[in-house]
């Protein structure tokens, strides 16, 4: 899967953005390409890095570069809340179901 990673302005940050998705890319299994460059799309999918709950960075423009987006909003992924050591680990196993067919 090609994934595109957005990331917000990051103007009030609750979460180390970096560190997640560096967390997430040791973790995918093979077969899956995280990159922020949104110029060589499409993409299968994509994952919203938002360092607060607002998630601002949430505009419908982005449905263009993917069809789905996993977002990241300060201590939640597509709104369930969590700690933040946990984050990584809820978006692959988001990932790993849309692999395998589901949404």
Not at 36 to 54: E, H, K, Q, R, Y
Not at 77 to 96: G, H, L, S, T, Y
Request: glycine residues 8%; charged residues 25%; hydrophobic residues 40%.
């Amino acid at each position: 899967m090609d994934i595109v990673v957005k990331y917000c302005g990051g103007c009030n940050c609750q979460i180390d953005r970096s560190q997640i998705i560096t967390d997430i890319e040791n973790t995918l299994t093979a077969g899956h390409h995280l990159t922020s460059n949104a110029t060589v799309g499409p993409f299968d999918a994509g994952i919203l890095v938002c360092g607060c709950p607002v998630a601002c960075a949430r505009k419908p423009e982005l449905d263009d570069w993917a069809p789905r987006w996993i977002v990241i909003a300060g201590k939640t992924v597509d709104i369930r809340e969590m700690p933040e050591e946990q984050i990584a680990a809820a978006v692959v196993q988001i990932i790993e179901k849309m692999k395998d067919g589901g949404r």
